[in-house]
């Protein structure tokens, strides 16, 4: 995956991958509130299969890095009975495939709890997992299910793109009093971008544009934000200007910037790595065509996977998503620069 | 206002306890009735699943519980619900959706919570609480209070796989949670022998969990099992399975009322007739040589708070429209 | 719920309920094909708390009609394996709320076997389950859950608003190789309308057209046809005239019926008692707005329930979800004659 | 091309039978030392899980299976396909993603299905395929067949719920089912003991299913056991749960090198030298008079049939990329 000049270090800055990023918002909010934990399969010595936990048991013990059982539904629902009372847990669920087992617990319990109480009882839990595929691990290991998330209502679902961004937004997720989804791509874990040493933390629910321009947008969630970049690239060479937005957080959804995006360049393509029909596309397409109907010149265009399990064959699972070539020939499309 | 007298645990005087017991009992019989004339008379929406019959089993273990002890409820929650100690009025106020009631209206008989007693809520979910129970436990042991989290569930949650995800968890941890299985002998219309393989005490016993078979109908029985359970609980030696043996006398909600096709009238009679908590306890109080004025006394006290309860329910306010996109999040 | 002219008998036609329908369907299947059989909770002597399949276990007998413990994933599961070695299961899910706890079992297993078995393998599961609020039965039990599957490739999702269309698709659904989840919104089981005596099976990714006019289309599912019948009423009654397209199944989809529609009239709205955001109503009105583009004379509306949890209070419940009043008054907006 | 002899059951001879065996053992440790080295060497995309070190269980079972019985399997699932029957070269073919493969390359090892030898599938969902077995039993009973079903699960799966809910109605239905719970010791990189609460055997109990704890080293152990469960099976008697203490040799997958930090190298070493099922297959084999030649014989016919599926794999051609949207709907 390239990193690109967007998101490149400024000379002096520290630059850490998306893997380390997450790791020193966990270390730190531990830090900083004895109520934070961390409980998952594999979380404390192993650190996860993907190392991204690393180090934290060494620091923290192994009362607040908890290596629990095989139990996705049985450690969300801990982790809620836990968040309802004085505690922030972070629950891992190791691959966003399992999410599925984690339905009940988060849909019916966890997201309705506050409401349901008339706004008396809080569950301040987080849960980290994954999305992405083209790692060859089929179809029970590929899968981006971040809309089923998203659809509920009382649950705050973020998708970061940069180290930048996973670490700020993983702190205010873990400070928010309402359930949060954080979905991190797995094949981003070594991407590196810059992080400043000091403190900071980024609200839920404020897009960023990852690159200005004018000609056509990219709304681009996750890692198809550098899908996205790659593509500007390949555009600018043919003289299109594109302009690229990261909602980072499906909720709270920034409306306004990306609407506006959108008005101004008067043509979009939304992309995400989620399965294309009632997926995370149709909201952002539905959006734009509904609130920038009166200023586009073309249709709203979605790119997203295939409405397909995703195939283990490399030859077929590449067919699958969304690259950096079929976004530029989409974009030219539009833009009638074919 | 609680509708509940102090509980008395500390009194050295065994009979004022169980009259305590007595006019919980009373209480939660005396709601449970109003709701389903309210029903009945059309002055409640949706439906209710009425706790008569069970009393004794909410009542045996909130007793054994301080409040600031968590329990998680189910659907048919009232009894857990007043026996932690909620009042009736806000409780009337809830089941008719009302501003006043515990969940501002927004929960209904179903979802009913009182946080300040310790109760996390009912749940409409078959096992859905027990998750939400044992990371209470785990939190208290966290945070090194020495709470109790109890779980309620009927004997049908047995079915569901998450119960047992986290009965391993709560054994491997050693976490202060009580399971409190109430088997009333139905799931729904079914009768839990054509649902549940092998023994029930096994469920628990599986994992390394201390597990009981108690009397559900002698509240006696029942705060002892849940004393020891609790004392357990507090000493950092785990959690507790309990199978409460008990029976609902009505319908499994409000509504079900031809219920032949799938238990008897017989059934019906002998357990109203021969298990009845209330009864029970009276014939024992009695013995102890309680006079009869003063159960009676205790009980028409319970029933003069519930009817207040209802007339202020009735009398209340529905919440705003404007709350209708509030606490979607905190 | 009334039941509008559009879908009231004919002279001499039978009538039946929508529960009668679907109790007709699989009572004929189940005689038509000794593999069909239901698993359920409480499907046998109670016949469902809705009493849809009462009488079922008398003609079938309890090896058939089977009442299982209160196991949805495991009653799912089972089913699939079943499905897999020569049955036709109908799994019955008693509230759409509990889908969530069928999701891994639906998503993980059922919807990619034959994918992930390169063709060899094959699910012809059926379950049924039920949509909608208003019934005061609060946040579990009044949930419109059919994104949450429509999204996931591999499965078919049915959702029937007439009782002739229950008995038809129902009937397809079972014979599918595929699984097929039925949404039946429990406000709709006493609904009349004319269902023949003959025997008749009705594709699935056919829309019906309910209602046809000229200025505006309105895409409705489920009981939200009979919101939209209403509403055409309404408005015939201000000179605007309605058309009402019925998907009938979201998986697949019959998009040139939709399409069609809303490029005929210009006019879109589509009315979906899932929740709104990430919902079947963004994937209706994103559809629209990109095949539709150059007839569109205003941009397309999405009514659906609220993002919020359904309240239990009836007077906050009857808020969250669209009627024939706040279709029409919409419908006005769009036509210019507020 | 079958890799596997066919099966001697009605042998008269028992130490055909365990050679038989042994040809199966000896065909997956080769299968899976090959399977190591496309990995290492970068012919391999994606993952695998070896299942080397605890080919007994695999073997012993389905031995005691018959080609229309069915099983399901794992993402450590290679050892029970090729016991099951499938060919090394079609194995082989869908690990590489090649259209010969089982699945057309599209399932991978973790969902590699060999449905003409009742191979249901491997799943990459821990515990994924425990309904799909009960399943199975339940359909082969109401199609009355006397097919028995075999789910094989790692005991890192009784941490999921489902399975529970899966083995109560197996239990209560009387389903021709047996729960093979591989033990080896470890869910990923935690020990079981820290996952797991109780006796495992008493999680198939509590649901009132036959249980028993077997040496899965043992082959002949294993067998016996297996043929018990599916005379049980077969007979009506309903479902059997047979832990089966296991080992394996390798890391978690192929890429799982470093293992220190989760168990030690002593306790590998231990498994390894004492406790190798092909060794202690072989120290009875040569007991009972078999020449070390037979052994040697069939251990390099094993060999030559993995080398041929490899080659025959590596040879073969991608999928069609039209087939990419291609059986999402039958
Ligand atoms: C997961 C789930 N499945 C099904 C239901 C429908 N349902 C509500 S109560 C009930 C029976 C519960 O029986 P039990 O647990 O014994 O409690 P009881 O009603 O006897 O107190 C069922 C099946 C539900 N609420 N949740
Ligand atoms: C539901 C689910 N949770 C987590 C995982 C990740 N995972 C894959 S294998 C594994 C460990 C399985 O242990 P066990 O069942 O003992 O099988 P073994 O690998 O030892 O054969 C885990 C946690 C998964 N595949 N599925
Ligand atoms: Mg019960
Ligand atoms: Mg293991």
Chains 1, 3 share one sequence.
């Not at chain 1, 094949?187 to 690159?211: I, S, T």
């Not at chain 2, 939400?132 to 989290?149: E, F, L, N, P, Y």
């Not at chain 2, 159960?295 to 429209?321: M, N, R």
Request: proline content about 4%; glycine content about 8%; overall charge negative.
């Amino acid at each position: 995956m390239s990193s690109p000049s967007a998101v490149a270090a400024q000379p002096g800055t520290r630059e850490l991958t998306l893997s380390q990023a997450v790791n020193e918002a966990l270390a730190e909010e531990m830090r900083r509130d004895a109520s934070v934990f961390i409980v998952g399969e594999d979380v404390a010595e192993a650190g996860t299969p993907f190392k991204v936990l690393s180090g934290l048991v060494e620091e923290f013990g192994p009362e607040r890095v908890i290596d629990s059982p095989i139990s996705e539904a049985g450690i969300s629902g801990i982790g809620l009975g836990a968040a309802m009372t004085g505690m922030r847990p972070v629950v891992d669920i190791m691959f966003g495939d399992f999410m599925t087992l984690v339905m009940d617990q988060l849909v019916n319990q966890a997201a309705k709890i506050h409401y349901m109480s008339g706004g008396r009882l809080k569950a301040p839990l987080t849960i980290r997992t994954t999305l992405g595929a083209t790692r060859r691990s089929a179809a029970q290991h590929s899968q981006s299910l971040h809309a089923l998330v998203a659809h509920v209502p009382g649950v705050k679902v973020v998708l970061p793109a940069t180290p930048y961004d996973a670490k700020g937004l993983f702190k205010a997720a873990i400070r928010e009093d309402n359930p949060v989804v954080v979905f991190e791509d797995k094949m981003m874990f070594a991407v590196k971008g810059p992080v400043p040493e000091e403190e900071y933390v980024l609200p839920l629910g404020v897009a960023d544009v990852k690159r200005e321009g004018e000609d056509v947008t990219l709304v681009a969630t996750s890692s198809m934000v550098y899908v996205a970049l790659d593509a500007a690239e390949q555009l600018a060479a043919d003289g299109v200007s594109v302009e690229i937005v990261d909602p980072r957080t499906l909720v709270p959804l920034d409306r306004e910037t990306i609407v506006a995006s959108a008005r101004k360049t008067g043509r979009a393509i939304v992309i995400d790595e989620g399965h294309r029909s009632y997926g995370v596309g149709a909201e952002l397409a539905a959006l734009i065509a509904e609130d920038a109907f009166y200023d586009l010149d073309a249709p709203v265009r979605r790119m997203c996977a295939m409405d397909v399990p995703i195939p283990f064959s490399p030859v077929l699972e590449d067919l699958t998503v969304p690259t950096a070539d079929t976004v530029a020939a989409e974009a030219r499309r539009l833009v009638g620069k074919e | 206002m609680s509708t509940m007298r102090e509980t008395k645990l500390t009194s050295d005087s065994t009979i004022e306890r169980w009259l305590d017991a007595y006019h919980r009992m009373a209480t939660i019989r005396a709601f449970e009735e109003r709701v389903n004339e309210l029903y009945r008379s059309a002055k409640m929406p949706g439906l209710a699943h009425l706790y008569i019959g069970e009393e004794a089993v909410a009542v045996g273990i909130c007793m054994a519980l301080r409040k600031d002890d968590y329990i998680t409820s189910t659907h048919r929650g009232h009894g857990h619900c007043l026996a932690k100690g909620a009042a009736a009025d806000r409780m009337f106020a809830e089941l008719l959706g009302k501003e006043p009631g515990y969940c501002r209206g927004k929960g209904g008989s179903m979802h009913i919570a009182d946080h300040e007693n310790g109760n996390l809520g009912a749940n409409a979910i078959v096992a859905g609480s027990t998750g939400i129970a044992t990371g209470a436990a785990m939190s208290a042991k966290m945070r090194s209070t020495d709470q109790v989290a109890v779980c309620f569930f009927g004997e049908g949650a047995l079915g569901q796989g998450v119960l047992y995800e986290v009965m391993n968890m709560a054994s491997l941890w050693k976490l202060p949670v009580i399971y409190a299985c109430e088997n009333n002998l139905y799931n729904e219309y079914t009768h839990y022998s054509e649902t549940t393989a092998g023994d029930l005490v096994a469920r628990g016993e599986a994992f390394g969990i201390a597990a009981e078979q108690v009397d559900g109908q002698d509240v006696r029985a029942v705060f002892d099992a849940a004393v020891r359970a609790v004392a357990r609980a507090r000493r950092g030696d785990g959690p507790t399975f309990l199978v409460l043996n008990t029976y609902r006398f009505h319908g499994h909600h409000v509504g079900d009322v031809d219920r032949s096709y799938y238990r008897s009238e017989e059934e019906e009679t002998e357990w109203k007739s021969e298990r009845d908590p209330i009864e029970l306890l009276t014939g024992w109080l009695r013995e102890q040589g309680v006079v009869a004025e003063t159960l009676a006394q205790i009980g028409s006290e319970a029933q003069q708070e519930v009817e207040a309860g209802v007339e202020f329910a009735l009398a209340a306010a529905y919440p705003d429209e404007s709350e209708v996109d509030q606490h979607v999040f905190a």
